[in-house]
């Protein structure tokens, strides 16, 4: 471990401020909650529906893909988003785990050009490049990925 990562997780590896691991977690754990229980996530959902009509699964893994991009997490991504998908579903009557899945692929795309992932991932290796140029060269095969996730979508909803 470089001296860097040493720092932050700490002698014991407990982390040496938990505070600001638990804050933002528990910050969307409310955000999330409150989405479900206000009913935005299903006024959302119903607003995706009436724009896209009958494609708006072929969204969800784009709005999964900005989700994380947008969070820097694929858990932040599922767990703001996962309730409009699931909302939408019931909607189109389209199988809700299809829906659910083109939520988690798009965030895990979207995770991969994330520019806090990329930073991490390039301090932790010491590398000297810089997170644009990373995020530049990954992207073309994130657009990719997301795609065929769309394709994967179409195939599972409407075969």
């Given at each position: 471990?470089?001296?860097?990562?040493?720092?932050?997780?700490?002698?014991?590896?407990?982390?040496?401020?938990p505070?600001?691991?638990?804050?933002?977690?528990?910050?969307?754990?409310?955000?999330?909650?409150?989405?479900?229980?206000?009913?935005?996530?299903?006024?959302?959902?119903l607003?995706?529906?009436?724009?896209?009509?009958?494609?708006?699964?072929?969204?969800?893994p784009?709005?999964?893909?900005?989700?994380?991009?947008?969070?820097?997490?694929?858990?932040?991504?599922n767990?703001?988003?996962?309730?409009?998908?699931?909302?939408?579903?019931d909607?189109?009557?389209?199988?809700?785990?299809?829906?659910l899945?083109?939520?988690?692929v798009?965030?895990?795309?979207?995770?991969?050009?994330?520019?806090?992932?990329?930073?991490?991932?390039l301090?932790?290796?010491?590398?000297s490049?810089e997170?644009a140029?990373?995020?530049?060269?990954?992207?073309?095969?994130?657009?990719?990925?997301?795609?065929?996730?769309?394709?994967?979508?179409?195939a599972?909803?409407?075969?």
């Amino acid at each position: 471990m470089g001296p860097r990562a040493h720092d932050a997780v700490g002698p014991r590896g407990l982390g040496t401020q938990p505070a600001t691991i638990l804050i933002p977690i528990l910050a969307l754990t409310v955000l999330s909650s409150l989405l479900v229980d206000t009913g935005t996530t299903s006024t959302l959902a119903l607003g995706f529906v009436v724009a896209l009509g009958s494609a708006d699964p072929l969204a969800a893994p784009t709005l999964g893909a900005l989700g994380s991009f947008m969070s820097g997490s694929t858990t932040s991504s599922n767990a703001l988003f996962s309730g409009l998908q699931a909302h939408s579903a019931d909607l189109l009557d389209v199988p809700k785990p299809s829906l659910l899945a083109a939520q988690t692929v798009g965030a895990n795309v979207g995770n991969s050009v994330t520019p806090v992932i990329v930073a991490t991932g390039l301090e932790s290796v010491n590398a000297s490049r810089e997170s644009a140029s990373v995020v530049r060269e990954v992207l073309p095969a994130a657009l990719i990925l997301l795609v065929l996730a769309t394709g994967l979508v179409a195939a599972m909803v409407w075969s």
